[in-house]
């Protein structure tokens, strides 16, 4: 399956976000993915290309400002970032190409911005998919940052993420661990929102996530106003679609023809 790129201007001039568009001829709402702290379009792989072939529908991916081919982005996010993506730059995104209704993929803090944005656009969002998101901060989320954070200061695993990123690495990195590991983002949590979560929620999440417990998908099915369907995958870690990917693709698509 082909794809396309297509240029997202950001408001008051601030540059643009670059999006891919895997396009199916089927008359059903795209799913639009959300990628994770650290990523781009680059680093789903050949996940979007599967998802439009096996779902016969329209997949769109982008680089989120700041990410990937996107604009660089001069100053950290604020901690309403995640309230931000849901408010000013997905509904850039689906204006641009015209998506009225649609579905929701995010993975990690990808799939926290897919639940809040749920919230926010309502009956628009037909169904949402969280992939090892998280509902709050908790010591095993600041423990694995702070992991990371050594291990990204090491030369050769900086250059692997500056393959994705650019000269915006340094800033991706802060991004992630300045602001989730801030006296600010500390109390963050979903669980406000996930009350307005009135779409069908599939909630993912590895038993071996090494940024979070099993307390976050139980506080996202325990939470969320409409139904729910709730899977932890055996023996895996933070990336189940990279990990067990034609497991999640049979579960996203069997949930979606529901």
């Known amino acids: 399956m082909t794809s396309r790129t297509i240029r997202i201007p950001l408001p008051e001039k601030k540059g643009e976000m670059i999006a891919r568009l895997w396009e199916s001829e089927a ?18 792989r050949d996940f979007p290309e599967r998802l ?7 997949v769109i991916a982008y680089d989120r400002w700041g990410f990937g081919e996107s604009s660089a982005r001069p100053l950290r996010p604020s901690a309403r970032f995640i309230e931000e993506e849901a408010e000013i730059y997905l509904p850039r995104v689906l204006d641009t190409l015209g998506v009225r209704e649609f579905a929701l993929f995010g993975h990690s803090v990808g799939g926290a911005m897919a639940v809040t944005a749920a919230a926010h656009f309502g009956s628009r969002c037909q169904a949402v998919i969280s992939e090892s998101a998280q509902a709050f901060v908790e010591d095993r989320t600041r423990t694995g940052i702070e992991a990371a954070a050594t291990k990204f200061a090491r030369p050769e695993v900086f250059a692997k993420l500056e393959k994705y990123h650019g000269p915006k690495t340094a800033w991706v990195l802060d991004a992630w661990i300045g602001v989730w590991l801030s006296p600010e983002f500390r109390d ?11 779409s069908p929620l599939l909630i993912l999440h590895g038993d071996q996530d090494e940024y979070g417990s099993a307390r976050f998908p139980e506080t996202l099915r325990d939470g969320a106003a409409g139904s729910t369907e709730m899977h932890l995958l055996t023996d895996c870690g933070h990336v189940p679609h990279r990990e067990k990917p034609d497991l999640i693709l049979d579960l996203v698509a069997e949930f979606l023809v529901r």
């Open 27 to 44: 008359d059903r709402a795209p799913l639009v993915l959300l990628h994770d702290s650290l990523g781009a379009i680059a680093t789903w």
């Open 52 to 58: 439009a072939a096996r779902l016969d529908r329209s």
């Open 188 to 198: 963050w949590s979903l669980r406000s929102t996930l009350a307005h979560v009135t």
